[in-house]
């Protein structure tokens, strides 16, 4: 089966600097790749996704990337604020049904 | 947008006890699912649903039983709670997406979650 390794699990930024965080996954079959913020106490929520067919996608301070032939992805924020402290899940779709997540990152940023 | 709602925000039981943690999504979407969330092992797929009545194993389906009568609602069964069952739960709906080129892909939306505490 799939197998998606999230690093790293803690990361601190100051408020302004950019914030990185990089996915693998292994299986080359994975076509569907989504990115989730879940605040403290609420359930993830999509923040950005991108697909197979695309290297790379961004959405205002949001970016994401994609490397087929390495098989690895990465968030980038950008102007890092407060409010983007949370924890970060990346994930990767196989069968488009099923979903094998990254174990999380951290994130801090310090005013 | 899409509302996934669940049943509990938080939760205690005692082991032995027979829980059942309910999810509805109000978007006619065919794709349920059943994570549980815990430190340092990200979610994990419990159960998943393409339609109703109809209900497919995940990576961790011991101890637990899923149910999906109608098309909105996915229940999630601990027949006989157990202390290691404590966790967070997450309920997730999907609606299949058929792309130009005939590729299908999934996006998927979060409940608010259920903590779950087995004393």
């Known amino acids: 089966g799939e197998n998606v390794e999230q690093h790293p699990s803690t990361l601190s930024v100051q408020e302004g600097d950019s914030a990185v965080i990089k996915c693998t996954y292994s299986d080359s079959a994975s076509n569907y790749f989504p990115w989730y913020k879940q605040e403290l106490g609420k359930g993830p929520q999509l923040i950005i996704d991108i697909r197979s067919n695309v290297g790379e996608k961004k959405d205002q301070r949001i970016a994401v990337t994609l490397n087929k032939t390495a098989k690895h992805f990465s968030l980038h924020i950008t102007e890092t604020q407060p409010e983007d402290s949370a924890v970060y899940f990346c994930a990767a779709s196989v069968t488009g049904n099923q979903f094998y997540f990254g174990t999380g990152t951290s994130l801090t940023v310090i005013p | 947008d899409v509302k996934v709602t669940q049943s509990s925000r938080y939760l205690v039981k005692r082991t032995g006890e027979k829980v059942f943690l309910e999810c509805v999504q109000d978007?006619?979407?065919?794709?349920m699912f059943w994570y549980r969330q815990d430190p340092g092992l990200g979610l994990r797929l419990i159960y998943f649903s393409y339609d109703v009545k109809m209900k497919e194993k995940g990576d961790i389906p011991e101890g637990y039983s899923v149910s999906r009568e109608k098309k909105e609602r996915f229940s999630l069964i601990l027949e006989s709670a157990s202390t290691n069952q404590t966790s967070m739960y997450l309920c997730?709906?999907?609606?299949?997406?058929?792309?130009?080129?005939?590729?299908?892909?999934?996006?998927?939306?979060f409940g608010p979650g259920t903590r779950l505490t087995v004393l």
């Open positions: 978007m006619d979407h065919e794709n």
């Open positions: 997730a709906s999907s609606l299949l997406q058929k792309l130009k080129l005939g590729a299908s892909t999934d996006t998927q939306y």
